[in-house]
Every structure is written in C-alpha cells, then in structure tokens.
C-alpha cells in the first residue's frame, strides 16, 4: 500500500522509499526510516501538501511524494 | 571560538541566548552572506569566549548553500572566524534522528560537548539515562539543558574549558553510502530503546499544543482564513503602525534643513547640504520605520514557527509556477528588500526553482518602491480622503504579486525541468517568539538596508546637485538655470527616451538615477525641481506642489494621470537596483543570469509603460 491511500489519523509503518537517491537521502534525514510510523494528521484541499507524523515529529510533503512511500499496516 | 553546531530548531539559538546572556550581534560570514550570531560568553560563566551560532545541518553533507558554511567553519575556511571548540546541540525529544550527525563528527575525528537541549521535556530517569548511554557511546562530554530555566549552562561551559582547542574539526570523511546511513539511524534507534526514552511526558504536551494549534492554523478552509488575515495584518501595519515615526523623521529633517539654511542661503555649502544632501537623505530615510517594521513582522512570524506552515498553505498555488512553499520566504522577504530574499533563497535545493524564484523577487514590491509609490499616488490623490491612495497601494502591491506569478509562470514554461523539485520540510514546535532575537535580526536587516543604501544616496546626491548647479548662470528663475546646467543639457539627449511614456528630460534623469537604488528617484526630483520647504509642512509637499506646477515648454502639465500611470507601471517592473543586479549575480555564479534578468525585466517595464501612456492619453 503507498502512503497516499492512507486516510487521515490512520497509524501505518514504513516499509520502502522509491524515490530518486537525492529525495530519499532528504526523506532519510527526516527521519524516515525503514519501520518507522507515520500517519497522516492533514491533506491540504486541492491536492495540496500532507502534514505527517513521523515518529512524533510534524513533516509536511507533496502528495506525489506520498506515492513513492510504501507503507503497511500496524500489526 | 566556540561553535554551535545542530540541526534546524534543535534549540541552537535558545541556548546561545543562554550561554550570552542575549548579547549578540547577527553577522554575515565574510563572502558568503549567510546570517548569524556572534557573541561571547556571559561573565556568570567565568571567563568570557566568543561563541557563533552557525545555521541549521542535517549531515555532514550538505545539501544547500547554507549547510555548505557550517561544514566551511568546521573545515576551519573562515579565518576570521577560527573555531577551536566545538558544542553539538542536539534535541532530547528527538535525538534518535540527530544520532548520525554525531557518529559523522565521530567520524572525521572531531571532539566535541552535546548539548542535550529540551532536557527539560524528559522525566528524570530518561535524562540520566540517555545522558548516560550518548557519553558511553561518543566518549564525550553530554550536558542536559534546561531551555526555559537555562539550567546546565554553567556546567556547559565548565565542559567546554576542558575541551583541547583544535582548528579543524573535519577534514577527510567519506560519503556515506545508503546502507551506512540506514544503519546508523538504526543504531541510533537501539541506543534510545537502551536509555528507554520515547519521547513522552511534557515533550508529549509541547507537541499536542503544537498539533492543536495546527489543526485550526492549517485547516483546510480556516487555515486559509488565518493566512489571509495574518498576512493583511502585517501588510497593513506596515503603514499604520509607521505613520508616527515617518512624521518624526521627515520633522527632524525639515528642520535640520532650515538650520543649515540659516546660515545663509546664497552660501553654495549651504545649497549644496541643504538642497543636495539633506534633501536627499531625508526623503529616502523617512521610510525606514516601514521597512523596520515589516522586517520585524517577518522575524516575529520566523520565530513563531508559523511562516512553515503559510508556507505549508501556499505550496499548492506554488507549484503551478514551478515553485514551492520553501520560496515563500523569499518572496515575502522581497516585499523587504531583494537583497536578504536573494539570500535566503539558499535553501531551496532545487535548481530552477531557485532560478525561477530569483527571477521574480525583485519584482515583490520592495521597500525601496514605497518612497517612490508614497509620492506618486499622493499626487493623484492630491487633496482626496487617505483611504484612496491607500487602496491604490494596496492594488499595486496585489498587482506585483499577479506580475510575479505570471513572470514566474513564464519562466516555468521556458526552462527546462530539474532534480530535486519537491517540497519536503520539518515543522518546529509553535513557541513564543524571543523578542530578543526577533529585534536583533529585524536590526540588522534594517541596518544592512540602509548601508548599502547610504551611500549610493549620497554619492548621487552629490552629482545630481553639482550637475544641476552648475554651470552657474545669471539666469533668473531657476527652472531656467536649471536648463542650461550640465544636466539641463545633457538631460535634453536622453528625453526622446522618455517622451513616450509621457516623462520629460527631468523625470528622464529622476529615472536613470533610480538605476542605482529605486528611492533615489525621490531624491533626485527633490533636487531638481529644487524644492524650497520654507513652509512647515514637510518636504513631501512641497515636492508635491512643485510636481503640480510643472509643465513642458508648451505650458501642459508635466505630470498627468497618464503619466504618473506609466510611471508606477514603470516602476512596478523595473530592475532598478544595483546591488539586486550584483547579487543576482553573486547568488548565480552567473553574469548571463543576472545581464538577462536587468534587461528582461527593464525592456518589459519600459514597453508596459509607454503602453499605459498612450492608452490612458487616448482614453482621458
């Protein structure tokens, strides 16, 4: 499942980034990290930007950046 | 030199306001222009040091410009500022991801204190634990920090005494590959699971204030409502909030004037520091409470943490012109001054997004506009209700926003795309702002503004008075000896120019001389149309009545509606600005970029303007 179809307040677990090597090293020093958690706390209208929760802090990103996240659900 | 060293909003400068007991002054790194504060080590702590707070890192392979500098004084590159101890500030809510920046500087070799901010958001146990297992794995020195109280800054800087002084702190460390990095976030997972600290407790309340407060600031439709109205707040202070102060400046210049001229005024010193210079400076450097207090506006809202989230809020209108949330600084720092905002688009890690958000900026409608706008429309208002020419304002500054965007929309088009377009970004905690902080940056920004404006002003001032001076003649009014001076006559060359757009030579030279700086346009049609303030009432109206009596040879008034249109178009697109067009150039690493943006932008003005002339000549 990729991060987009995760709806709002829904706890999910990072399992991969495809993404191009110079976004996943940004998304990496964010804190995204194989295993990690993340919801989603706000989909801006309009398609507009995410506002996540990663591992308990706020990161925002473009919903085709949600794309190249795979996530699965929380045991 | 101590250095502090972390990541963005990891608490860096809270603490520095500690460890300086909030004396400090912010300072641009000799050639590289990024903003930062210098200080020293307050006298509570024993014997004083110099201490600099260095911007925000992620890693030690910087991925921006001004990740670049921090990595630069590590290496030791700035002399001025030589480093020999260095402080790693690193958040104890979340040091799981600041883990790798640690284990690099381990790396390279460097010894180091940490500074283990927010201490004060974990219970007891979970401090001396991970206190504990941070000091078992690097072998230095871990001080908990007590941001509210400032707790531990003593013991802090007992730490930092024992450190060895050394000069450079990184100098080989090979590129992490994926997989290194990967690991060490793991083990920096593993050592947090070993001091048991989940960020919990008052870490846990800090950051619910913050989510509350998000789900209202970056609600889908309130969200909006809030951008708008803390914007229109800032954009209308500017004007209100200034008003007092602009009235003491223009009344203290008016009567520094009157005083020089009492010392004769047939005196050619007197004319030239009374009508040259003075004149000059004050119809420039009354508007530097407007732009002190936009400036301050800006930093109050940085400090805050809520300029994150309009940026959050405008990324998707944005990224239809090929930019992101991340020029939203920029872009409302150009409604300041071009010169910071082309800085601070050293952050955006695409590279034409940066392209395209240093071709619009100068056309935000920078402070320098305002002398020039404040004087034009209280011509076409003359005598009418305030609010008028304050709609006007506001119609020209939504216009240069329009102008911006569909400048940025071409450009979008044209250039090619790259790498790296995205928009990605760490939202801080909502704090109480330092005012502290937010009046040092406001400052300096302020200063900054009026030092490169200073002389430039005065340099020019010089030449407009000497040129419209001399040759003496024995002329008797003064329009006519300003016919035959130097600029009378080499101003005649340049008014076919000008005649298009409905100017005549001597608003020609007043546009020619806002080359160097927009607000010189003021100045110089002070000095040409040789106002004399013998009258109380300042020296924009006496300007004014000047502007309203003049006309051409034929006996038509000089400044009409149609002209002083074409004027403001003129102005609303023009690159007017030397040291934009030098740091466009500076920023780029480019003469091309910045020779095509001061034509582009000045052949596009120049068109509009003659257009809006004639049509409105036809029209009225």
């Known amino acids: 499942m990729r991060l987009v179809e995760v709806p709002v307040n829904h706890p999910v677990r990072l399992v991969e980034i495809e993404a191009p090597l110079e976004m996943a090293h940004r998304l990496r020093d964010l804190g995204f990290l194989k295993g990690i958690e993340i919801s989603i706390k706000i989909k801006s209208p309009f398609s507009g930007p995410y506002v996540l929760d990663v591992a308990g802090a706020s990161v925002v990103m473009r919903k085709n950046e949600a794309e190249l996240i795979v996530v699965e659900e929380v045991p | 030199m101590i250095a502090l060293i972390g990541r963005p909003n990891s608490g860096k400068t809270t603490l520095f306001n500690w460890l300086t007991g909030s004396r400090f002054r912010a300072v641009n790194y000799p050639g590289a222009t990024v903003e930062c504060l210098l200080g020293r080590t307050h006298i509570r702590y024993g ?21 670049e500098v921090t990595l630069k004084t590590l290496k030791g590159e700035y002399k001025n500022y030589a480093v020999e101890k260095l402080v790693v500030v690193i958040d104890a809510t979340h040091w799981v991801r600041q883990w790798p920046i640690l284990e690099q500087l381990k790396e390279a070799g460097a010894k180091a204190v940490v500074a283990l901010t927010m201490a004060d958001l974990l219970t007891d146990e979970q401090r001396k ?5 941070l000091e078992q794995e690097l072998g230095w020195k871990v001080i908990p920090i007590n941001g509210k109280l400032g707790g531990g800054v003593q013991k802090l800087v007992e730490a930092i005494r024992q450190l060895p002084a050394t000069s450079t702190f990184v100098s080989t460390l090979k590129i992490w590959t994926e997989e290194r990095h990967q690991k060490s976030l793991q083990t920096g997972m593993q050592l947090e699971q070993r001091a048991n600290q989940k960020p919990q407790s008052r870490a846990q309340l800090a950051k619910q204030r913050t989510d509350r407060l998000d789900q209202w600031l970056l609600h889908p439709v309130l969200g909006l409502i809030f951008f708008i109205a803390i914007m229109t707040t800032l954009f209308s202070s500017i004007f209100w909030l200034a008003d007092p102060f602009m009235g003491y400046v223009d009344e203290g210049f008016s009567f520094l004037i009157e005083f020089v001229k009492s010392f004769g005024e047939d005196q050619l010193w007197v004319d030239l520091l009374a009508n040259g210079v003075l004149a000059a400076f004050g119809s420039v450097l009354v508007f530097v409470p407007q732009i002190l207090i936009l400036f301050l506006g800006i930093s109050f809202l940085e400090d805050s943490g809520y300029l994150a989230r309009a940026a959050t809020i405008v990324d998707r209108p944005f990224s239809k012109l090929g930019l992101s949330g991340r020029s939203f600084v920029p872009l409302l720092s150009g409604y300041a001054c071009a010169v910071p905002a082309m800085m601070a688009t050293r952050n955006i890690s695409s590279t034409k997004e940066r392209w395209i958000a240093m071709f619009v900026i100068p056309l935000m409608s920078c402070s320098a506009r305002l002398p020039v706008y404040a004087l034009l429309l209280s011509f076409l208002f003359f005598g009418e209700e305030a609010w008028k020419p304050g709609l006007a304002l506001a119609v020209i500054y939504i216009l240069s926003l329009v102008v911006g965007g569909l400048a940025a929309w071409v450009v979008h088009k044209i250039i090619p795309r790259s790498p790296g377009e995205s928009f990605l970004m760490e939202l801080p905690f909502y704090r109480r702002p330092s005012l502290r902080v937010v009046l040092a940056t406001a400052l300096m920004r302020t200063k900054a503004y009026v030092k490169r404006a200073g002389p430039i002003i ?26 035959h001076s130097f600029m009378g006559q080499a101003g005649h060359y340049i008014e076919p120019v000008f005649e298009p757009m409905g100017s005549d030579w001597r608003v020609g030279v007043g546009l020619i001389s806002a080359f160097a700086a927009r607000e010189v346009f003021v100045s110089t049609l002070a000095i040409v149309f040789n106002i004399e303030s013998d009258s109380d009432e300042g020296l924009t109206t006496s300007l004014l009545e000047q502007m309203k009596s003049a006309t051409w040879p034929d006996g038509t008034p000089l400044f009409n509606v149609a002209s002083v249109a074409a004027m403001i178009v003129f102005f609303l697109i023009a690159l007017q600005c030397l ?5 466009a150039q500076r920023e780029m690493q480019s003469w091309k970029f910045a020779i095509n943006q001061l034509v582009a932008l000045n052949l596009v003005a120049y068109i509009l303007a003659v257009i809006t002339y004639q049509a409105l000549s036809v029209l009225l």
């Open chain 2, 47 to 67: 014997e004083s040091h110099a201490v600099i707070d260095t911007p925000g890192i992620y890693s030690l392979f910087p991925k921006s410009p001004d990740e």
């Open chain 2, 129 to 133: 634990n991970t206190v504990a297992v």
């Open chain 2, 458 to 483: 005065f340099v020019l001032s010089l030449v407009v008075w000497v040129g419209s001076t001399f040759p003496r003649t024995d002329a008797v009014s003064a329009s006519e000896a300003l016919e």
């Open chain 2, 579 to 583: 040291s934009t067009f030098a740091m």
